[in-house]
């Protein structure tokens, strides 16, 4: 079911999105970019996942609690993984959450519908909600 969503991803952003920090760097907040996609696998294996991934893709160890507590955090895996997580899906796969780099405050559960509806003319409304959100949050955050 991903693959074309992944397909269109790759073709459209191949040239935007900014290469993962190198593996031998620590990770930290200085090491984030400005558009990153972080792949959260739901593939049934290390295997799968490492041969559905595209070269600018960061993504979370297949083994990680991270991965798990990602999954639970954004109610979003494939169906198969509902038991072993133990939670109930509010999002279907392929999901496109975007995030906002500084906050992290979820910008849209609907990326992979503002791809087809807008290409590569994405970016600039995912940023478009990026600059809302912070005004928000200067406007109403003490």
Same mark, same amino acid.
């Given at each position: 079911?991903?693959?074309?969503?992944?397909? +269109?991803?790759?073709?459209?952003?191949?040239?935007?999105?900014?290469?993962?920090?190198? $593996?031998?760097?620590?990770?930290?907040? #200085? +090491?984030?970019?400005?558009?990153? #996609?972080?792949?959260?696998?739901?593939?049934?294996?290390?295997?799968?996942?490492?041969?559905?991934?595209?070269?600018?893709?960061?993504?979370?160890?297949?083994?990680?609690? $991270?991965?798990? &507590?990602?999954?639970? /955090?954004? &109610?979003?895996?494939? /169906?198969?993984?509902?038991?072993?997580?133990?939670?109930?899906?509010?999002?279907?796969?392929?999901?496109?959450?975007?995030?906002?780099?500084?906050?992290?405050?979820?910008?849209?559960?609907?990326?992979?519908?503002?791809?087809?509806? #807008?290409?590569?003319?994405?970016?600039?409304?995912?940023?478009? #909600?990026?600059?809302?959100?912070?005004?928000?949050? $200067?406007?109403?955050?003490?």
């Amino acid at each position: 079911m991903s693959t074309p969503v992944t397909e +269109q991803i790759d073709k459209l952003f191949r040239e935007v999105l900014m290469e993962p920090p190198d $593996e031998d760097s620590p990770r930290n907040l #200085l +090491q984030r970019h400005g558009v990153s #996609l972080v792949y959260v696998s739901s593939d049934r294996n290390e295997e799968e996942m490492e041969e559905y991934l595209k070269p600018n893709w960061m993504t979370v160890p297949f083994d990680s609690e $991270e991965r798990a &507590a990602l999954k639970r /955090r954004f &109610a979003t895996c494939a /169906r198969r993984e509902l038991p072993v997580l133990g939670m109930e899906r509010k999002h279907e796969i392929p999901t496109l959450i975007v995030l906002s780099g500084p906050t992290h405050h979820v910008l849209t559960f609907h990326g992979v519908k503002d791809i087809e509806d #807008l290409g590569v003319n994405a970016i600039d409304h995912w940023m478009d #909600l990026e600059h809302l959100s912070a005004a928000l949050d $200067e406007k109403y955050v003490d």
